[in-house]
Structure formats: C-alpha cells, structure tokens
T-cell receptor, first 113, second 116 residues
Framework: EAGVTQSPTHLIKTRGQQVTLRCSPI?????VYWYQQALGLGLQFLLW???????NRGNFPPRFSGRQFPNYSSELNVNALELEDSALYLC????????????FGPGTRLLVL | AQTVTQSQPEMSVQEAETVTLSCTYD???????LFWYKQPPSRQMILVIR??????QNATENRFSVNFQKAAKSFSLKISDSQLGDAAMYFC?????????????FGKGTKLSVIP
C-alpha cells in the first residue's frame, strides 16, 4: 500500500512569491492535515481538510490556504512568501473512523530567500 | 488547549540496550489519544505507537512500549534492544476530538543517538 506522497520534495522561492504544495493521502483516507516544521518552532498545525471541506486551521495568517479535491488529495497555497515561511511542510492523512491517527508524508522543504 | 512537554532534548543509548524517553502532557479532556512519532534524518515522520486514554493497558509494538500514567499525565516510550536504525528525533504528541478537530499537538522532540 502506497503511503502519503508529497510534491515537490524541495522548493526555493523568493520573498513575495506564491507557492503550491501538493499531497496525496493513503488510499481510503479522507482527512488531510498540514503541519509546518520550522527551525526553533517545532511542529505546528496548519490546516485540516475532511470530505472536501476545511474543518479547522491553526494560528496562521490567511495567506496560508488550501483545498481538498474530490479524490481527497490536497493543495497548500502560501501567498506573499516571507523569510520565516522557510520550513518543512508535512502532510498527513487519516481514516474517516480514526481521524486522530495520522500518517505522514515525506514533506516538502521550502526555502524562501 | 493541550500541551506536550519532552524534557530531554538529547539522549544516547548503547546498541542492544534499553532506553526510555519521557513525555508529559496537560489536557482537560477525558477522551484523547497519545502518540510517539519517529523522524529519522530522512525527515519522514513515522508513527511508532498509539495509546487511547481510556485504555489502561500500555500499548506495545515489538521493541517499543509505553508507560502510560494517566493520573500523572505521563507517557514515556521504552525502546528495548536498541538498534542503529532507531537513531532519530522522537516526538510525543497528543490529539483529542474537542471542537471536532483532531490535530496533533507535538512536544519539542528528543534526539536519540545509538552508539555502536
């Protein structure tokens, strides 16, 4: 069984640009979570999508947004990139009946110059 | 809100020995879950073990086991017969279904080194 996949693996952008990160959940999983892992800040919850809807978001500005598609894959969009957005962005998925148990993808490393 | 605290930033263990990683948490919820995740240098976050708060029995997965002390809000991870591949960052995490959200709250992590 394939795990959670994310693309791209690495990304370099400059301040003010926009970026889109992609995530495909494990087959059969309907929930997708996004987390940011920045140096010195640990792992922080960004967004939760379930059944195509945004269900909850963490303490991040509105320039962090995303969506979930009918096939349950998801995109994370970050507008007006700032230097502090440099981080590892992790996507996780979970089953409908076990939403708390999340399986992670390999992450996308974003560097903002 | 939940908080998770890992008080050991770094630990080391000799290969084949046993090591225990500490974690404490704080929550006012009665229905919650606790996890240990492993993040090796490859960055892939791997689920090691899961504990449901209402279950008194400690979870076990092969060489990995937990000591869940609910009253003390403690959730330590024991790794037996440590192997070189166990070297990684270990994160303790909690989740609850409050407000219909299941996001994980992570501790700062413990870096485990395995000495050959």
């Amino acid at each position: 069984e394939a795990g959670v996949t994310q693309s791209p693996t690495h990304l370099i952008k400059t301040r003010g640009q926009q970026v889109t990160l992609r995530c495909s959940p494990i087959s059969g999983h309907t929930s997708v979570y996004w987390y940011q892992q920045a140096l010195g800040l640990g792992l922080q919850f960004l967004l939760w999508y379930d059944e195509g809807e945004e269900r909850n978001r963490g303490n991040f500005p509105p320039r962090f947004s995303g969506r979930q598609f009918p096939n349950y894959s998801s995109e994370l969009n970050v507008n007006a990139l700032e230097l502090e957005d440099s981080a590892l962005y992790l996507c996780a998925s979970s089953l409908f009946r076990s939403k708390e148990t999340q399986y992670f993808g390999p992450g996308t490393r974003l560097l903002v110059l | 809100a939940q908080t998770v605290t890992q008080s050991q930033p770094e630990m080391s263990v000799q290969e084949a020995e046993t090591v225990t990683l500490s974690c404490t948490y704080d929550t006012s919820e009665s229905d919650y879950y606790l996890f240990w995740y492993k993040q090796p240098p490859s960055r892939q976050m791997i689920l090691v073990i899961r504990q449901e708060a209402y279950k008194q029995q400690n979870a076990t997965e092969n060489r990995f086991s937990v000591n869940f002390q609910k009253a003390a809000k403690s959730f330590s991870l024991k790794i037996s017969d440590s192997q070189l591949g166990d070297a990684a960052m270990y994160f303790c995490a909690s989740a609850y279904s409050g407000a219909g959200s299941y996001q994980l709250t992570f501790g700062k992590g413990t870096k485990l080194s395995v000495i050959p």
